[in-house]
């Protein structure tokens, strides 16, 4: 049994292996188990009809199972491959304080989020997600290039 439990800010993009192999290597030596976050951005729309908002609920839990198929099954599969414990979680909302609350929540050890790369306007005023992480995470935050 794991002593320890790291999150790993999964989003499935390019670069993602790197940051998932990177979270396994550490995991191994840490003798720790791998809690794989995905979160879809979503924001509440408070002037949807009852009818829009029941059906923008049946598309969230659509987009969840889906996420959860195509993105954090095969994650999980490499990391059982590896011989880690692992789990997932899949939330809609705030991808930096949704990550932060389920470390708190998990009582994470370490947080591991892959590098943004993104150089556009709205990341440079708005702030990235490893950004964001470095400022509020409960735990220490490695960001992998």
Not at 35 to 43: K, M, Q, R
Not at 93 to 122: C, D, H, N, P, Y
Request: include cysteine; hydrophobic fraction near 45%.
């Amino acid at each position: 049994m794991a002593t320890e439990t790291f999150v790993v800010a999964y989003e499935n993009k390019e670069g993602d292996d790197g940051l998932l192999d990177y979270a396994i290597a550490r995991a191994k030596k840490d003798d720790a188990a791998l809690l794989l976050v995905h979160i879809l951005e979503w924001s509440p729309y408070k002037f949807l009809t009852p009818q829009e908002l029941e059906e923008r609920h049946a598309r969230r839990k659509e987009e969840l199972a889906r996420a959860k198929e195509v993105i954090l099954d095969p994650a999980l599969a490499k990391v059982s491959a590896a011989g880690l414990e692992g789990d997932c979680r899949i939330r809609y909302g705030s991808v930096v304080e949704l990550v932060a609350e389920i470390a708190t929540e998990e009582k994470a050890s370490m947080i591991f989020v892959g590098r943004s790369g993104t150089q556009s306007m709205t990341a440079r005023i708005f702030g990235s997600v490893p950004l964001g992480l470095s400022q509020i995470a409960p735990v220490p935050t490695v960001i992998v290039p």
